[in-house]
């Protein structure tokens, strides 16, 4: 069985409540619970932290545990080459989600740091976005 980590960042936990018309109104837990139900052949696994240095501490930890980790980092992805470095420190293969269309938003959301530390990027499907990147990994 493969064992895949979804890491979300800041203010994922919101997801379903915050900007509905940008993030929908299905809550990650929602989300993950069925996508759990649809790959009954992966164990996924998640973590959310509002604070980069937790996030920094999980993917040293999972980045060697795990078959290979999603990353939504929300607005870390543009700031933080400590996450960026984290990323590239680990072993496992890593794909960077977006919810919303990263390209679309305002100019200093079109760059992500933490790309290039990654196999892929999947941005603006939404949640769905979750299950192309575990898709890749698989």
Do not use: W
Request: proline fraction near 4%; charged fraction near 20%; glycine fraction near 10%.
């Amino acid at each position: 069985m493969k064992h895949i980590e979804i890491i979300n960042g800041p203010n994922l936990n919101l997801t379903g409540l915050r900007e509905p018309e940008v993030y929908g109104t299905m809550t990650m837990d929602q989300y993950l619970e069925e996508l759990g139900m649809r790959f009954p052949e992966v164990e996924i696994t998640s973590f959310q932290s509002n604070v980069e240095g937790e996030l920094i501490d999980e993917i040293q930890r999972a980045g060697f545990e795990a078959d290979g980790l999603i990353v939504n980092l929300g607005g870390y992805s543009h700031t933080s080459v400590a996450l960026r470095d984290a990323l590239l420190a680990v072993p496992a293969p890593k794909v960077e989600v977006h919810l919303s269309n990263i390209f679309a938003r305002e100019d200093y959301r079109h760059h992500s740091l933490v790309t290039s530390a990654c196999r892929g990027m999947v941005c603006g499907l939404g949640l769905q976005g979750y299950e192309l990147a575990l898709r890749a990994l698989v």
